[in-house]
T-cell receptor
Framework: QKEVEQNSGPLSVPEGAIASLNCTYS??????FFWYRQYSGKSPELIMF????GDKEDGRFTAQLNKASQYVSLLIRDSQPSDSATYLC???????????FGKGTHLIIQP | NAGVMQNPRHLVRRRGQEARLRCSPM?????VYWYRQLPEEGLKFMVY????????ESGMPKERFSAEFPKEGPSILRIQQVVRGDSAAYFC????????????FGDGTRLSIL
């Protein structure tokens, strides 16, 4: 059974600092990796996606992928209170059509 | 609004009734996915459809649940004879293609069973 694991948190980070969110996955056949942000009572919003080993940067966000270690992370630089949300790691591949989600990490940015 | 459109936003049903949830994909997208999020649970994949075809329904409960994506009109997720355990947020996502294409989510339908 494919699994995606995240620390549920809460992860508390001071405003302006770097928030580091981590995710591991069980299926070595996974090919695509996504980070979604979900505010309470709202829908998931796509933040980043990454397909290849290494880093991918978009504004304040950096996604990191290490397929050998089956590990994907999201870094948020210059954290803002508006970044406070649950961050969902999602994985696709290995013959599956639907995303497999982790349960999410609750991030709190302290002003 | 070119985003994924879901309606209704909230739906209340009594046990034994039918629930119909609708989803129109983002403009230019022809691939639709349905997910369910139970309280305090993660998002779970239910079904993947393209126009007039169910591609993967491996996450769909075998009974009472069905989905369609007709040639014209929105995708429909139908739940017959609803039970309390069906209370959840149901999200639709769409993508421009399968495999690596990112999926974009609608605002969801919050289903409450009395």
């Amino acid at each position: 059974q494919k699994e995606v694991e995240q620390n549920s948190g809460p992860l508390s980070v001071p405003e302006g600092a770097i928030a580091s969110l981590n995710c591991t996955y069980s299926d070595r056949g996974s090919q695509s990796f996504f980070w979604y942000r979900q505010y309470s009572g709202k829908s998931p919003e796509l933040i980043m996606f990454i397909y290849s080993n290494g880093d991918k940067e978009d504004g304040r966000f950096t996604a990191q992928l290490n397929k050998a270690s089956q590990y994907v992370s999201l870094l948020i630089r210059d954290s803002q209170p508006s970044d406070s949300a649950t961050y969902l790691c999602a994985v696709l591949g290995g013959g599956a059509d639907g995303l497999t989600f982790g349960k999410g990490t609750h991030l709190i940015i302290q002003p | 609004n070119a985003g994924v459109m879901q309606n209704p936003r909230h739906l209340v049903r009594r046990r034994g009734q039918e629930a119909r949830l609708r989803c129109s994909p983002m403009k230019g997208h022809s691939h639709v996915y349905w997910y369910r999020q139970l309280p305090e649970e993660g998002l779970k994949f239910m079904v993947y459809l393209q126009k007039e075809n169910i591609i993967d329904e491996s996450g769909m409960p075998k009974e009472r649940f069905s989905a369609e994506f007709p040639k014209e009109g929105p995708s429909i997720l139908r739940i017959q004879q609803v039970v309390r355990g069906d209370s959840a947020a149901y999200f639709c996502a769409s993508s421009a293609g399968n495999s690596n294409q990112p999926q974009h989510f609608g605002d969801g339908t919050r289903l409450s069973i009395l």
